[in-house]
């Protein structure tokens, strides 16, 4: 299996516009993450989902961000209107819900709003 | 609300010392994690800890898992400058959803 495929790498962004990241996580696994880490605040849970549902959206900070799960290998996190302290690195993760429950990380989108 | 705490978060040793990485958590968990990041790239799954006593190692290192005291410890042996990267242990809150530790930066020197 490829793991967590995430795009773009690196995005650059003006203020104000929308930015759409994207996630396609491990074929068979039932969760997915959206997380995000900046050197203030580390590493911070945004949402995640079971079997596309999201189940816990507490860490979304506010209604700019949304995210939507369409299909089992699919997945999206947009943001509009982005702002300058949306830049960090936003991380999508899956695991499966038996064993040992690993979360997979993928290799992470570098946004940066100006 | 579950909150995971490392000690220290910058560490600077060096190639052939012995040092320990602690974490602890607020709230009893049934797993505990060990994820390993270098600069600039992804989290990579180290060890998973499942129940009290728990120990696992690979290579250099050496992770442990107390419940009771909810303390886990990362071990480093004659750590070599391969092992430079930040360390993150995680602690599951419900079924799924993971929170992490601050991280510790560890840097070894020649």
């Known amino acids: 299996d490829a793991g967590v495929i995430q795009s773009p790498r690196h995005e650059v962004t003006e203020m104000g516009q929308e930015v759409t990241l994207r996630c396609k996580p491990i074929s068979g696994h039932d969760y997915l993450f959206w997380y995000r880490q900046t050197m203030m605040r580390g590493l911070e849970l945004l949402i995640y989902f079971n079997n596309n549902v999201p189940i816990d959206d507490s860490g979304m900070p506010e209604d700019r961000f949304s995210a939507k799960m369409p299909n089992a290998s699919f997945s999206t996190l947009k943001i509009q209107p982005s702002e300058p302290r949306d830049s960090a690195v936003y991380f999508c993760?899956?695991?499966?819900?038996?064993?040992?429950?690993?979360?997979?990380f993928g290799a992470g989108t570098r946004l940066s709003v100006l | 609300e579950l909150k995971v705490e490392q000690n220290p978060l910058f560490l600077s040793m060096q190639e052939g010392k012995n040092y320990t990485i602690y974490c602890n958590y607020s709230t009893t968990s049934d797993r505990l994690y060990w994820y390993r990041q270098d600069p600039g790239k992804s989290l990579e799954s180290l060890f998973v800890l499942l129940s009290n006593g728990a120990v696992k190692q690979e290579g250099r290192l050496m992770a442990s898992l107390d419940t009771k005291a909810r303390l886990s410890t990362l071990h480093i042996t004659a750590a070599v400058h391969d092992l430079s990267a930040t360390y993150f242990c995680?602690?599951?809150?419900?079924?799924?959803?993971?929170?992490f530790g601050q991280g510790t930066r560890l840097t070894i020197n020649p």
């Open positions: 993760a899956s695991s499966w819900n038996l064993g040992k429950r690993i979360q997979y």
């Open positions: 995680a602690v599951h809150q419900g079924a799924q959803k993971l929170v």
